[in-house]
């Protein structure tokens, strides 16, 4: 009986130093005890040091992103680069969704396994979804680089590349214009040029901001988008607009010979399509606009959420986006400090000597979608 | 036969609820019972119906009336009716009218030069064309469109060969006019799919006796043929004009924006990439459209009503 | 009073015995008119196709070539999307038979004061767009239904609900239920029985009409599966053309061509072996 209990005393006893041990181990690993949906930033060690979130990324196992075209600032390689480094599983849902979507999906697919861990948007719908209580803060390592204006300051928000309104033309068909102003008074009635944008100014951001460059190289500015809007009216009644979404099926069949787009995009779509195509900034506007990242608070996978934005951040990042003939956030900082790829900048479409750069802000932008909405189908269209 | 042969002599089959078991069964237990028979059997189509039609249709009109937030407002039904939103209706009416009747009318035609059509295989394969073209429809109809009759298209460039040039005299399929030429596409179909089986109730043995009878073709289709096509045209009518009406796809892949058009422009709130917190807008025209369409099927109703007296 | 859309096309098709014409319509101006509209409508139809076609058969340099169409069933998301589309289509077209064969059955034997309303009901989902369905569905729907793709297969059987009802009512108002029926219970045939050995096979023509058309509309309906971000054989060829517009309309192309091969080909094989039977039974 004595010994019983004595053997009895020293296995209790022994376990209870071995589970201590097990835990103290644990804690210091830190994989089980860190809720990372919490995490707003990483710590050079412990638990939530970079090391740790790669382990705990690689626990989770997948990540969700929506709406990344694979052909859009090169996120094909970007989502191949993250899978390859990593071993996690990408679910690329809707490569070709809106903003809207991404954001109805936020909250449509909450609780789902499948919903978005981050979401890359036009600024304006981070800045809905953040007031919709959608986005949890994080403040990626190299936070510092990015610009003031380009990020929210409480993390919850951020951007993260962007590109210039450009002119694209087909030059084995068409004569190529330098500015809006040169494409105005080349396309008139009974010439073969056909002007088109990719989607509606009503519903698409880079539509919305040709009609603004339009505006801006034509008299108006930033504030003032009506003589974009009657720019392309005047094109429309010299019978060069079409109306339709201008894409590389058009540029392939000859339906479109001028696409107003994104400089980056021409670059991916449409340069890789027809050898003849040329890309400027036209010299008479350099409308620019970024787009914005997010975490989704209700992030089914919040490690690997953190580490994809720590990845899209890094250099390797970065650079991606700059192979991508886009100008990821922290391309002034790298410049400087000699991490941006030099032969990638080489490539970017040149900014004409002279031009300023504009960038318009949420609320220009938001004035003139209203504008647009309210006005384009009645000067432009037929009805 | 089981709702109908209840036992009113068996003590135990008393209605529920009865204090003093009667032997007799009254008559509202009768009709009670006599209904659960068949309320039962066709509860799953109504609960089908209701859970797949009505809930959404209530859950619509709810957040037509309110706000991002959740409040109740009528600030997006008074934003709806003015501008370019009413400009929108007035023009997916128009639009969906001109693509209800003349694919109305000549889907007739076209269904009865099928109908009378020897070939029992060409008849078949076209029967079969039309149940897949009535589902075609979206980006893809427009690109083969726009490759054939736009601009630079094979149609145009052929036509302009032999100096013939449609835009110059102001055709463009990006207009109005070219939207619904381009819907004719699957329309015709549709119209095709609901008349033919109608032009079959027109028996030939009829059109065989009024000629002996001595009446001209005019007389027979005025008297016999339009009387007996007529509700099934009118039909068909109504459902092109929904079905044109709630377009989405092609119109938008065809004009982007430059004509203002209601589904379009619920796309632009719920789908955009410009406007964000707004989909209460987008609800908000949405239960115009069932607005519209509700008065739409009753303005149907009276004139079915009206035009079997006036064939009388 | 005539029902609101008629009964449909195809299952006509499929009962309509071989007669030939009456000679009225051979007679020489009637034909003329008659190619006259024919070849009209043929150009209308068929000249955009040829578009179409034209353009998939072409390579990026403008030279006629299939390898649009070879890369079709190797092309990123063909094989997913595909299968997704044939799974959705296969549950829609059960859970509409499961639905709407018993419904219509009971209707026509024992509430034919209902049919009105049951007509009217099944008019509905043709006036009611699309886009105003999903987007009701997604904001009111729990999240755990909208996780699933078979959701689609639960609308599609009401935006279906027109022609499957349609089909079934007509075949059903074709053969003398009641008769049958009395005639089948009297023998002592269960319901089940009555069901399966009486009912069923005097409507087949109208079932396959039913099955076909549901098939057509789950194979080309975009609107619901892009909003509901499901990718459907649809939603792939629109997401698919911003990458290579050759491959995307060929897919575009012989995904119409197919489908109505297929509608055909289940048509004919239904009309052949009708004959078949009919004349084994002596009453070809």
């Known amino acids: 009986m004595d010994v019983k209990r004595k053997v009895g005393t020293l296995l209790v006893a022994g376990a209870t130093v071995a589970g201590l041990a097990i835990v103290s181990i644990s804690s210091t690993a830190g994989a089980s005890s860190v809720n990372w949906s919490k995490v707003t930033h990483l710590t050079a060690r412990g638990p939530t040091s970079m090391k740790a979130l790669v382990a705990a990324a690689k626990k989770e196992g997948k990540l969700n992103v929506i709406a990344l075209p694979r052909n859009w600032a090169n996120y094909g390689q970007i989502l191949d680069g993250f899978a390859k480094k990593y071993h996690i599983k990408i679910n690329s849902a809707n490569p070709e969704g809106s903003s809207g979507q991404e954001v109805t999906a936020l909250q449509v697919d909450k609780g789902r396994s499948t919903a978005p861990d981050v979401i890359d948007v036009g600024t304006n719908y981070a800045i809905t979804a953040q007031s919709d209580g959608l986005l949890t803060p994080y403040k990626v390592s190299t936070w510092k680089e990015i610009p003031a204006s380009l990020k929210q300051s409480g993390g919850y928000w951020f951007d993260d590349y962007g590109g210039f309104v450009a002119i694209g033309c087909n030059s084995a068909a068409v004569t190529c214009p330098t500015s809006f102003a040169d494409l105005a008074a080349k396309a008139t009635k009974g010439t073969k040029y056909t002007i088109g944008l990719n989607n509606s100014p009503t519903t698409a951001a880079a539509a919305l901001a040709g009609v603004i460059a339009a505006a801006v190289a034509n008299g108006g500015s930033l504030d003032n988008v009506a003589p974009g809007v009657t720019y392309f009216a005047n094109l429309n009644k010299a019978g060069t607009f079409f109306p339709g979404t201008a894409s590389a099926a058009t540029v392939e069949n000859n339906s479109t010979n001028i696409v107003i787009w994104w400089d980056y995009l021409q670059a991916s779509n449409l340069s890789n399509v027809l050898g003849s195509w040329k890309v400027i900034i036209p010299t008479d506007a350099a409308v620019g606009e970024f787009y914005t990242q997010a975490i989704a608070k209700a992030a089914p996978d919040p490690a690997a959420a953190r580490l994809w934005e720590e990845y899209l951040y890094s250099t390797t990042g970065q650079n991606l986006w700059l192979k991508g003939e886009a100008r990821p956030v922290e391309l002034a900082y790298m410049q400087a400090h000699g991490t941006a790829n030099k032969a990638w900048v080489a490539k970017l479409p040149g900014v004409p000597n002279g031009v300023t750069l504009q960038y318009p802000t949420v609320t220009q932008l938001t004035n003139a979608a209203t504008y647009v909405d309210a006005n384009w189908a009645a000067m432009v269209g037929a009805g | 036969m089981d709702n109908e042969t209840t036992d009113v002599t068996d003590p135990g089959a008393s209605a529920p609820g009865s204090v003093t078991s009667s032997p007799v069964a009254k008559p509202w237990q009768k009709r009670l019972r006599r209904g659960v028979g068949p309320t039962l059997a066709m509860t799953p189509f109504f609960v089908y119906v209701f859970l797949g039609l009505g809930i959404p249709t209530i859950a619509l009109i709810n957040l037509a009336f309110r706000n991002h937030q959740g409040k109740l407002t009528t600030s997006n039904i008074h934003l709806v009716t003015h501008g370019v939103f009413l400009t929108g209706f007035e023009n997916s009416i128009r639009l969906a009218l001109i693509s209800s009747i003349i694919p109305g009318v000549l889907g007739v035609f076209l269904a009865y030069a099928v109908h009378t059509s020897r070939s029992n295989i060409g008849r078949r394969l076209i029967t079969t064309a039309s149940g897949v073209l009535a589902n075609f429809g979206g980006i893809n109809l427009a690109f083969i469109f726009i490759s054939a009759l736009g601009a630079q298209g094979l149609l145009t460039v052929w036509l302009n060969a032999i100096h013939v040039n449609p835009y110059s005299h102001g055709f463009s399929i990006y207009t109005y006019y070219g939207v619904a030429t381009v819907y004719l596409y699957f329309q015709l179909p549709l119209m095709m799919l609901v008349i033919t089986p109608a032009l079959a109730g027109l028996r030939p043995s009829w059109r065989e006796a009024a000629a002996n009878m001595g009446a001209s073709s005019w007389r027979y289709w005025r008297h016999v043929g339009v009387p007996v096509l007529m509700p099934s045209v009118l039909g068909g009518m109504l459902l092109l004009f929904g079905s044109a009406f709630a377009a989405y796809a092609t119109a938008a892949a065809l004009t982007g924006g430059i004509i203002a058009l209601t589904p379009i422009q619920i796309g632009n709130f719920l789908n955009g990439n410009v406007i964000a917190g707004q989909e209460n807008v987008g609800y908000a025209l949405g239960l115009g459209m069932l607005v519209i369409l509700a008065v739409t099927m009753i303005l149907y109703g009276l004139v079915r009503r009206r035009a079997s007296r006036w064939l009388q | ?284």
């Open chain 3, 1 to 284: 009073m005539a029902s609101i859309a008629g009964d449909f096309a195809l299952e006509q098709v499929l009962e309509r015995p071989d007669e030939p014409p009456t000679r009225r319509f051979r007679r020489p101006r009637f034909r003329t008119w008659r190619l006259v509209v024919m070849l009209l409508a043929g150009a209308y139809f068929l000249l955009p196709l040829y578009a179409g076609l034209k353009f998939a058969l072409q390579n990026d340099a403008g030279h006629f070539s299939f390898f649009a169409v070879k890369a079709i069933p190797s092309a990123q998301g063909f094989t997913a999307a595909f299968t997704l589309s044939m799974k959705i289509a296969l549950v829609t077209v059960v859970l509409a038979m499961l639905l709407m064969v018993p419904t219509t059955i009971y209707v026509h034997l024992r509430l034919p004061r209902v049919r009105r309303a049951v007509e009217f009901i099944t008019i509905l989902p043709l006036v009611i767009p699309p886009i105003i369905l999903i987007t009701g569905v997604l904001a009111s729907y729990p999240g755990w239904i909208k996780s699933s793709p078979y959701l689609l297969s639960f609308l599609y059987v009401i935006l279906a609900m027109p022609f499957v009802y349609r089909s079934l009512d007509a075949g059903l108002g074709a053969i003398d239920l009641k008769t049958l029926v009395e005639a089948s219970r009297s023998l002592g045939g269960s319901w089940v029985q009555t069901l399966r050995r009486v009912i069923m096979p005097n409507l087949r023509a109208a079932l396959l009409s039913a099955m076909v058309l549901t098939l057509a509309l789950v194979l080309g309906e975009y609107t619901m599966a892009s909003l509901d971000i499901w990718e459907t054989v649809p939603v792939w060829i629109v997401n698919f053309e911003q990458s290579d517009a050759h491959i995307t309309v060929a897919a575009s192309m012989f995904g119409l061509i197919g489908t109505w091969v297929l509608l055909t080909l289940i048509v004919s094989l239904d009309r052949s072996q009708s004959r078949r039977s009919r004349r084994k039974a002596g009453t070809a």
